[in-house]
């Protein structure tokens, strides 16, 4: 590579990383100290020219941490009872809540909406059909659809 | 509740935090713990360094490991490594911060030491410097601080720094020696100007 372009590059990596060719990226180093070995005044030059702001960069100020910080920190660390994972566990067991919001049982909300759709359709559609029919007929439908023979039908008990 | 195995350290790779980031999901205290003395000084400094403020800087590591704690359990080990990702968390939240700060300017110097001590001068002299370094810092442009603050202060590779800003290596490059040309200019209007007073 042509001295030109080497000293450019080398420039570039001084001006973005620094004189301090340890920070520059890894794959460029070995050609970094090869670039400094062979021309050595030329790469101090560069260098020094970048000492100044890693001088002003190292003097800017450095926080110490508290330790009542850390504590702090610490204390908002759930118990084991409220760790999401803990959490999880807990509601993937089937219980009564689970039954009215599967959610909690890991069937998302659009899944609770779908079987709630097919529930109300199937009961709609059944009772729809059975309200257009006689008396006989309707139990029928719904002894067919529920398998019980024993309806509040019209607004009055019957039973097949 | 999941154990953590030896697949998991294979899984994490290069990543020491990974088994940490496991167990926290477990809700194992003691490897909090260690998480946070491995790297609440790192978040400190950072925050520190965009805000320049060490009060706001605190906060914004706690903002951090609360967000650990709440999505340790969503952790992917081999995607990136955890601390780039807390690096990030960090450095958003420190955008936040600064969007709505009113005033991001400060002339105030830190409390000066005992000035009747020996070498009393020096140290008044190094505060200032320090406090003008952090001055010019604050007049750059956010992500060119953050780009000086991962690769120059926390030491961070280049390529670790660009994922934490989520950016490419060249377009960090560019961050770095912009923000290092910037630095320079106020740096050289201001402490020139202190420094003959």
Same mark, same amino acid.
């Given at each position: ?9 080398? *420039? ?31 790469? @101090? ?70 079987? *709630? ?27 067919? @659809? ?15 | ?52 403020? &060490?009060?706001? &800087?605190?906060?914004? &590591? ?16 081999? /995607?990136? /490594? ?76 280049? /390529?670790? &720094? ?36």
């Amino acid at each position: 590579m042509p001295l030109a372009m080497i000293k450019k590059k080398f *420039l570039h990596l001084s001006q973005t990383y620094g004189n301090a060719i340890q920070r520059w990226p890894e794959d460029v180093q070995e050609s970094a100290h090869a670039f400094l070995q062979k021309h050595p005044d030329l790469a @101090a030059k560069i260098l020094d020219a970048e000492k100044d702001i890693d001088t002003a960069l190292a003097s800017a100020p450095r926080q110490e941490v508290r330790p009542a910080l850390e504590a702090q920190i610490l204390r908002s660390f759930p118990t084991k009872t409220q760790t999401p994972v803990a959490q999880n566990h807990r509601s993937r067991r089937w219980s009564f809540a689970t039954l009215l919001w599967p959610q909690n049982a890991g069937l998302p909300a659009w899944g609770m909406a779908l079987v *709630l759709m097919l529930v109300f359709g199937f009961v709609g559609g059944y009772t729809g059909y059975a309200y257009t029919l006689d008396r006989t007929s309707a139990t029928e439908v719904l002894s067919t @659809a529920f398998g019980s023979d024993d309806y509040f039908l019209f607004g009055e008990e019957t039973s097949t | 509740m999941r154990k953590y195995t030896g697949q998991d350290r294979h899984r994490g790779g290069n990543d020491p935090d990974t088994v940490l980031v496991l167990r926290i999901a477990n809700g194992e205290q003691a490897a909090a713990s260690e998480l946070v003395s491995r790297h609440l000084s790192k978040m400190v400094a950072l925050a520190r360094h965009m805000l320049g403020d &060490a009060a706001e &800087a605190e906060d914004v &590591a706690q903002e951090v490991f609360m967000k650990v704690w709440q999505t340790a359990h969503k952790w992917q080990p081999g /995607k990136a /490594k955890f601390e780039t990702w807390m690096h990030r968390v960090a450095i958003n939240a420190c955008y936040d911060r600064l969007r709505r700060r009113r005033e991001i300017y400060t002339d105030q110097l830190p409390d000066h030491p005992d000035e009747d001590s020996p070498g009393a001068d020096q140290i008044i002299i190094e505060a200032q410097l320090s406090q003008q370094v952090e001055d010019a810092m604050m007049h750059l442009p956010a992500r060119q601080r953050a780009a000086l603050s991962l690769c120059h202060l926390r030491e961070m590779k280049n /390529k670790d &720094a660009a994922r934490a800003l989520e950016i490419s290596v060249e377009a960090l490059e560019s961050l770095l020696a912009r923000g290092r040309r910037g630095l320079r200019k106020h740096l050289a209007e201001h402490v020139t100007a202190m420094l003959e007073r």
